[in-house]
């Protein structure tokens, strides 16, 4: 199981800047001797501030993957930030594995009832059983830790096409293998 | 280390639409349908956007989610799956705010209409800032009451007569023989306030301000009572959509009118500084109480604006549930 060292509480949009934040310091307290501008007191006021900026990064629809690169270039963080759209769910396996939390979008309420609502709810993953992910969700305040059951999580997930970022040191290279591609007819017939 | 990832192809226009949607707009829009145009795809971008109502005495929640339909398109080209066109960051940020304040204005009509209704007896006199700019009416009203009635040529001396005409038009007062007297319904609202001068010209400040809100604020550009309206609305709206009283603290409060308003430039510095006496002269006038340091709203207020709200077609989209 991955430790996050510090959990950030937030609601709506927050969630996904409270995920990368909380990753962040994951990075801060496993990779000490990266080039790191800042210490780590996770609850001291340096992190408190880099929580309030990243607030500001929030447009009137959520956050633009765009904008979560420039935060952390803009923090001169060692970090580096990918938007990828996993084939499967082995490849959160696969990130696990090599102790990389990744932070997946999902709908939180298709989840729950099946009803597309939430296609922008934003967790970091930090361990896996059989039949669960474990994730830190930052609006479940005081608890955080939420298991989500695969088989339902599969189809969440879905909604947001597998979307995943992954933030990892910069010296970690990540290489795109690319899923056998579907034929536009056959995507046709299965909208 | 390099670490070897399993991806999707962008082999659908879906997909290429996601991914650049949530690269520039945010992550919280995503494409809708995608329609044959031809030689080319075309996909609607739509947005989900959360709002967290939190009953700050009981810390009851509750999530909100709109739901935002055709805020533009993105076109995708059909043999090579290039992206043609999409909407500008600055267009996309415009649809969706237009239609942020398209909800927020019907809100503050609809608060308006509800706080104006005399039987509510809100004390607008208390309202200082907003008595300001109404200061024609109020005193006419007092004028009039006191058997002192003013003829056109001195209202029109001094600039009273745009407003005063308010009054003549919602029947409350009419010239006669050149002077300004009341009417039998201004006598009624009298009685309904008491016999009490001062209650009846505030009752008729509501009046005017729920009949001619449009009017007063754009065309005569008497504005000083909207940081009011704005604070109720962004009060209201929350407890409309909790569907109770919530109570919330006043820098709670303060923080949803800036949310409320976001890039309203009316929302500045100066507003922001008054901002306590403003929610002071609120509570006296009765459209906020305190309940232990928590602010709460009135429940005929709040039962008038569920009851408007229901009887409304509601045009977007809306989700809820308790967290």
Redesign the interface.
Known sequence: MISLPHKIEA???GC?IASVIMVCMYWRQKEPFLMWTIDDDFSGTNWKKILTKGMNY?????????LINRFLSNLDFPLNAR??????I??LN??LS?K?PPII?YDR?FLLRG?K????H?VPIVDKTQETFTAVDP?LSPKFFNSLLIQDLVSAWAQ????TIIISPK??????????????ER?LLS? | MRIKLLTQRFDNPYIIAYDKIIKKYGHGCTPSDVFDAGDKWKISIESYIPKHIIDEKTQREKMLIYHYRNLGNIFIDKDTLHVLELPSIKNFNENLIDRKSLIRNSVEQDLVKVIGDPRLKIKFGKMKFALFGMQPIYRTIINILNEQHPEISELRKINYLDLVELINKSGYAEFVNNKLKGTEKLNELLKICNYSDVETAEAILGIMLSNYYEYLSKTLHIIHFIPYIKVGTSYYSSAVEFGDLIRMSLDSLRIKVKEYYRKNPTLNLKKSFGFNTLVTEMVAAGVFTYEENYLKGQSEILNKLIYIRNQLPIKEDTYSYMV
């Open positions: 609601q709506g949009f996904l929030i447009k009137s629809g959520g956050i633009p993957f765009n938007l990828e759209y996993l084939a499967d082995s490849q696969k990130l090599f990389i979008l309420y009803i609502q939430e296609p922008y934003a609006s947001t096409r597998n979307a010296r970690i290279k990540l290489r795109r293998e690319k899923k056998p591609s579907t034929t536009l995507w909208k």
